[in-house]
């Protein structure tokens, strides 16, 4: 488990695909944009997500 699971509603997924993306620390976060984020994790997945997960990036 690392630091990124520290963040509020994040879990094991939401860290598995922070990690992917290149997110390994909360500081490497700071600044992101939600948005950014739902669209780094879209085109990770290679498909349109659920826009709950933008919610989420939110509230990060």
């Known amino acids: 488990m ?3 699971r520290k963040i509020p ?3 094991k997924t939401t860290e598995k695909d922070l990690i992917a993306m290149g997110y390994t620390t ?3 976060l700071k ?10 994790e879209c085109a990770l997945r290679g498909e349109f997500i659920d ?3 933008l ?6």
């Open 26 to 28: 909360i500081a490497s």
């Open 2 to 4: 690392s630091e990124l």
């Open 31 to 40: 600044g992101k944009k939600a948005e950014q984020l739902y669209k780094e």
């Open 9 to 11: 509603n994040v879990g």
């Open 55 to 60: 919610y989420l990036y939110r509230a990060v």
């Open 51 to 53: 826009r709950c997960q």
